[in-house]
């Protein structure tokens, strides 16, 4: 049961291991794009590739959808960002239960953005966690857990890919181990828990008066989605790839930064400045900074509101 990019790998792996697929549930195909057309969920279209039994219902609420999940008579049900809760009558039907990849060290960042929280968190480590699921969102108790270094440069985009490759290798030490009776699940400890919330378009928006690390942290956590911004002369500049840098004066005032060859222009944040590195005006494509200053000569010394 899985829907986005992040579940492909795993779904790969399993259709070449010795496990028998019995069938995929995926969320339903929506309209995607400036045309609307009706796209493919990634999941799918892997399963389709592989002619694997392919289920899209737009609830799991009823019992006719229970009912064919028990018809596959699954052993075990595998879950990889699916996009929806199983109701209890679900967990109840595979007999070794159904297990979830989670793209964090339990109990840290329970919720539906791990990824980015932990880049928001400024987390050293972050991984992944197979885990039994229970009527509780990712409370469940953990089979394995392995974990990764987070890099200065990692943005929520390239942490995406790594985890996600991650995770579908540890499913599969993790499958022959659980089905073969060798691994005790541990219970998480729910006093070191945490959570993070689903991210919208306005968690975007820059407030200048927040740290330059934290603003740094900011701008890679959302990305690629969604973005983050602020405007300028009335049109939203995207702040693509930046820098935290020593230095105070006036809250989103640009500055000149000519000491910093990767970022040469910087803003004024509540603590520091956030050195540009690349940048993307709104009608116009990714740039350098320098670039961007270079055709936008009264960027320098502008205000930026928030």
């Given at each position: 049961?899985g829907t986005p990019e992040f579940a492909v790998p795993a779904l790969d792996a399993l259709v070449h291991s010795v496990h028998q697929i019995v069938g995929v549930f995926v969320q339903p195909d929506e309209p995607a794009g400036r045309g609307r057309g009706v796209v493919s969920p990634p999941v799918k279209k892997l399963a389709l590739q592989h002619r694997l039994t392919i289920h899209q219902p737009p609830s799991l609420r009823g019992s006719c959808e229970?009912?064919?999940?028990?018809?596959?008579?699954?052993?075990?049900?595998?879950?990889?960002?699916?996009?929806?809760?199983?109701?209890?009558?679900?967990?109840?039907?595979?007999?070794?239960?159904?297990?979830?990849?989670?793209?964090?060290?339990?109990?840290?960042?329970?919720?539906?953005?791990?990824?980015?929280?932990?880049?928001?968190?400024?987390?050293?480590?972050?991984?992944?966690?197979?885990?039994?699921?229970?009527?509780?969102?990712?409370?469940?108790?953990?089979?394995?857990?392995?974990?990764?270094?987070?890099?200065?440069?990692?943005?929520?985009?390239?942490?995406?890919?790594?985890?996600?490759?991650?995770?579908?290798?540890?499913?599969?030490?993790?499958?022959?181990?659980?089905?073969?009776?060798?691994?005790?699940?541990?219970?998480?400890?729910?006093?070191?828990?945490?959570?993070?919330?689903?991210?919208?378009?306005?968690?975007?928006?820059?407030?200048?008066?927040?740290?330059?690390?934290?603003?740094?942290?900011?701008?890679?956590?959302?990305?690629?989605?969604?973005?983050?911004?602020?405007?300028?002369?009335?049109?939203?500049?995207?702040?693509?790839?930046?820098?935290?840098?020593?230095?105070?004066?006036?809250?989103?005032?640009?500055?000149?930064?000519?000491?910093?060859?990767?970022?040469?222009?910087?803003?004024?944040?509540?603590?520091?400045?956030?050195?540009?590195?690349?940048?993307?005006?709104?009608?116009?494509?990714?740039?350098?900074?320098?670039?961007?200053?270079?055709?936008?000569?009264?960027?320098?010394?502008?205000?930026?509101?928030?």
């Open positions: 049961m229970l009912e064919r999940l028990a018809s596959l008579k699954p052993d075990v049900v595998v879950i990889a960002a699916y996009g929806k809760m199983l109701p209890e009558s679900f967990l109840r039907v595979p007999p070794f239960g159904c297990l979830n990849i989670h793209a964090s060290l339990l109990p840290r960042h329970r919720g539906p953005s791990p990824i980015a929280a932990a880049i928001l968190a400024g987390d050293e480590v972050t991984g992944v966690t197979i885990m039994m699921v229970t009527k509780v969102m990712d409370t469940g108790p953990i089979l394995t857990q392995r974990q990764i270094p987070v890099l200065p440069h990692d943005t929520t985009g390239s942490l995406f890919r790594k985890l996600s490759g991650l995770g579908a290798e540890l499913l599969m030490e993790t499958l022959p181990q659980w089905l073969g009776g060798k691994l005790v699940p541990q219970p998480q400890d729910n006093d070191k828990a945490t959570y993070c919330k689903m991210i919208s378009k306005e968690d975007g928006l820059i407030d200048w008066r927040r740290s330059a690390v934290e603003l740094w942290r900011m701008v890679r956590a959302f990305h690629p989605w969604p973005g983050s911004y602020t405007t300028w002369q009335g049109r939203t500049l995207k702040i693509i790839e930046a820098v935290p840098l020593p230095g105070q004066g006036m809250v989103g005032r640009v500055l000149a930064t000519s000491d910093e060859p990767e970022a040469p222009v910087g803003v004024h944040t509540g603590n520091g400045v956030l050195g540009l590195v690349r940048v993307q005006l709104e009608g116009k494509r990714v740039m350098g900074a320098a670039e961007f200053i270079r055709g936008q000569r009264d960027f320098v010394g502008a205000q930026l509101p928030g």
